[in-house]
Nanobody
Framework: QVQLVESGGGLVQPGGSLRLSCAAS????????MNWYRQAPGKERELVAG???????NYAGSVKGRFTISRDNDKNTLYLQMNSLKPEDTAVYYC?????????WGQGTQVTVSS
Protein backbone atom coordinates (compact mmCIF):
# COMPACT_ATOMS: atom_id res chain seq x y z
CA GLN A 1 0.00 0.00 0.00
CA VAL A 2 0.99 3.60 -0.50
CA GLN A 3 3.01 5.02 2.39
CA LEU A 4 4.40 8.50 2.86
CA VAL A 5 6.55 9.10 5.93
CA GLU A 6 7.74 12.61 6.74
CA SER A 7 10.70 13.47 8.95
CA GLY A 8 13.01 16.37 9.73
CA GLY A 9 10.70 18.73 11.58
CA GLY A 10 11.56 20.42 14.84
CA LEU A 11 12.04 23.69 16.70
CA VAL A 12 14.14 26.34 14.99
CA GLN A 13 14.81 30.02 15.61
CA PRO A 14 13.63 32.67 13.17
CA GLY A 15 16.07 32.91 10.28
CA GLY A 16 17.10 29.28 10.67
CA SER A 17 16.84 26.35 8.29
CA LEU A 18 15.37 22.87 8.23
CA ARG A 19 15.20 20.13 5.63
CA LEU A 20 12.14 17.92 5.55
CA SER A 21 12.15 14.48 3.97
CA CYS A 22 9.31 12.27 2.79
CA ALA A 23 10.06 8.59 2.22
CA ALA A 24 7.63 7.09 -0.27
CA SER A 25 6.74 3.45 -0.88
CA UNK A 26 4.03 1.31 -2.41
CA UNK A 27 3.92 3.09 -5.77
CA UNK A 28 6.22 4.11 -8.62
CA UNK A 29 7.62 7.30 -7.11
CA UNK A 30 9.30 8.54 -10.28
CA UNK A 31 5.99 8.53 -12.15
CA UNK A 32 4.10 10.73 -9.69
CA UNK A 33 4.03 14.43 -9.05
CA MET A 34 4.60 15.21 -5.38
CA ASN A 35 3.61 18.05 -3.10
CA TRP A 36 4.25 19.56 0.30
CA TYR A 37 1.31 21.04 2.20
CA ARG A 38 1.15 22.63 5.63
CA GLN A 39 -1.53 23.33 8.20
CA ALA A 40 -1.16 25.90 10.94
CA PRO A 41 -3.39 25.85 14.05
CA GLY A 42 -6.84 27.17 13.23
CA LYS A 43 -6.10 27.44 9.52
CA GLU A 44 -6.87 25.38 6.46
CA ARG A 45 -4.27 23.12 4.91
CA GLU A 46 -2.41 24.95 2.15
CA LEU A 47 -0.14 23.95 -0.72
CA VAL A 48 3.47 24.96 -0.07
CA ALA A 49 5.29 23.51 -3.07
CA GLY A 50 4.93 20.93 -5.82
CA UNK A 51 7.24 19.09 -8.17
CA UNK A 52 6.34 17.24 -11.35
CA UNK A 53 7.83 14.01 -12.67
CA UNK A 54 10.00 16.12 -14.97
CA UNK A 55 11.28 18.21 -12.07
CA UNK A 56 9.30 21.37 -12.69
CA UNK A 57 8.45 23.15 -9.46
CA ASN A 58 5.88 25.60 -8.15
CA TYR A 59 5.69 27.46 -4.85
CA ALA A 60 3.23 29.38 -2.74
CA GLY A 61 4.00 33.08 -2.87
CA SER A 62 4.72 33.16 0.86
CA VAL A 63 7.65 30.73 0.55
CA LYS A 64 9.04 31.53 -2.90
CA GLY A 65 12.73 32.29 -2.70
CA ARG A 66 13.07 30.69 0.74
CA PHE A 67 11.94 27.08 0.23
CA THR A 68 13.17 24.56 -2.33
CA ILE A 69 11.38 21.34 -3.21
CA SER A 70 13.36 18.50 -4.74
CA ARG A 71 13.15 14.78 -5.31
CA ASP A 72 15.52 11.82 -5.47
CA ASN A 73 13.88 9.13 -7.59
CA ASP A 74 16.64 6.63 -6.79
CA LYS A 75 15.86 6.94 -3.08
CA ASN A 76 12.07 7.39 -3.49
CA THR A 77 12.35 10.50 -1.36
CA LEU A 78 10.90 13.99 -1.54
CA TYR A 79 12.61 16.93 0.16
CA LEU A 80 11.75 20.44 1.26
CA GLN A 81 14.68 22.71 2.09
CA MET A 82 13.41 25.60 4.18
CA ASN A 83 15.63 28.64 4.71
CA SER A 84 15.06 32.00 6.37
CA LEU A 85 12.26 30.53 8.42
CA LYS A 86 9.68 32.84 9.95
CA PRO A 87 7.29 32.33 12.87
CA GLU A 88 4.43 32.24 10.37
CA ASP A 89 5.96 29.10 8.85
CA THR A 90 5.01 27.23 12.02
CA ALA A 91 2.73 24.36 11.01
CA VAL A 92 2.45 20.64 10.50
CA TYR A 93 3.97 19.83 7.11
CA TYR A 94 2.52 17.00 5.02
CA CYS A 95 3.76 15.09 2.00
CA UNK A 96 1.09 14.43 -0.64
CA UNK A 97 0.52 12.66 -3.90
CA UNK A 98 -2.41 11.74 -6.10
CA UNK A 99 -2.67 8.37 -7.83
CA UNK A 100 -5.59 7.94 -10.22
CA UNK A 101 -8.64 9.06 -8.20
CA UNK A 102 -7.07 8.78 -4.75
CA UNK A 103 -5.15 11.29 -2.65
CA UNK A 104 -2.53 10.14 -0.17
CA TRP A 105 -1.06 11.95 2.83
CA GLY A 106 1.72 11.27 5.27
CA GLN A 107 1.26 11.64 9.02
CA GLY A 108 2.92 15.04 9.03
CA THR A 109 5.93 16.55 10.77
CA GLN A 110 5.75 19.56 13.11
CA VAL A 111 7.80 22.64 12.31
CA THR A 112 7.93 25.32 14.99
CA VAL A 113 9.73 28.61 14.36
CA SER A 114 10.21 30.50 17.60
CA SER A 115 12.85 32.31 19.59
Amino acid sequence: QVQLVESGGGLVQPGGSLRLSCAASGFTFSKNAMNWYRQAPGKERELVAGITTAGSTNYAGSVKGRFTISRDNDKNTLYLQMNSLKPEDTAVYYCNTRILLSTYWGQGTQVTVSS
